[in-house]
């Protein structure tokens, strides 16, 4: 693999960290790819795992998270007859869920993160710490918001992915864009390459080519519109723009702008099925 880019973790350590191209698969991949994942999570500044409000930054998200969840219910819905068995792969602090089960979805979630888990357990929300502890189950709605990209051991992941689904079910995930007009702005700062916790960094020939070889193909792809503003506005902050909020906010119009014309967005929803 070429390297592609050299950057660093601007949110945790400070370690750099470079992205090597893989060429076949279209995909960037982080090196190094450290054992002890768990340490570069330890962080107030990581929101899906604590809740926080405390910086303008985090307001803005919780913000915006409620809308981002009914829409995001509803791509799901859009996908099945009617509520069913969902199981939300990185659940965070439960609240997609919550509102998945407050729909009629009997609802599983997994979160490696103990004190994600522990937000969720007090908003009545159980989850379990791994796939292993759902094996043997099926589900006919598998989700993964911005998740795919911090697993380890991709492959294996995903064929325990696709063992866990149901024949006609539905398998939903978001992910980065490494191919959008704020990747190709911010470069280095791009905040959505979170080396090293996303290991990996896709494009949509990467999902559909990764995917094929478990028989899984690409159905509708949707894009994430608030995530170029929320990816461009972490990008400024790692620059150090005291003007942030302005800058990210025409960035991100003219991200979302161009990807009317290229369909490549900051961050895009993936729905696939079994081929038949």
């Known amino acids: 693999m070429k390297l592609f880019l050299k950057t660093k973790d601007f949110s945790v350590s400070g370690e750099p ?4 191209w893989d060429e076949e698969l279209d995909m960037l991949v982080t090196r190094p790819q450290p054992e002890n994942l768990a340490r570069y999570y330890e962080s107030e500044d990581y929101i899906s795992h ?10 803005l998200y919780q913000l915006v998270k409620g809308k981002n969840l009914k829409n995001k219910l509803q791509i799901v819905e859009n996908q099945l007859d009617k509520p069913v068995n969902l199981l939300d792969l990185g659940a965070g602090t439960g609240d997609f869920l919550i ?13 490696p993160n103990d004190r994600a888990r522990q937000l969720a357990h ?31 051991n991709l492959e294996e992941q995903i064929k325990t992915l696709v063992e866990l689904l149901e024949k006609d079910g539905v398998l939903v995930i978001a992910v980065p864009n490494f191919k959008s007009f704020d990747a190709k702005y911010y470069r280095t700062h791009w905040a959505a390459y979170d080396v090293p916790r996303h290991l990996w960094h896709f494009s ?5 080519k990764i995917f094929a070889r ?5 159905v509708k792809i949707r894009p994430m519109w608030f995530d170029a503003f929320y990816v461009s506005m972490l990008s ?16 991100g119009l003219w991200s979302n702008l161009m990807a009317i014309f290229t369909k ?8 696939l099925k079994r081929r038949e």
């Open 17 to 20: 960290f470079e992205l090597h």
């Open 236 to 251: 400024e902050k790692y620059k150090e723009n005291k003007l942030y909020l302005i800058s990210s906010f025409f960035v």
């Open 204 to 208: 949509k020939t990467s999902i559909s």
């Open 122 to 152: 007090k908003k009545g929300v159980e989850l379990q710490t791994s796939l292993e502890d759902v094996s043997g189950q099926k589900f006919q709605a598998i989700t993964l918001w911005h998740v795919l990209e911090h697993l380890p």
């Open 214 to 218: 478990h028989q899984m193909e690409v």
């Open 50 to 59: 604590t809740d926080a409000k405390k910086s303008l930054t985090d307001r």
């Open 264 to 271: 490549e967005h900051s961050s895009l929803i993936y729905i």
């Open 99 to 111: 509102l998945a089960r407050d729909s009629g979805f009997s609802v599983v979630g997994v979160e």
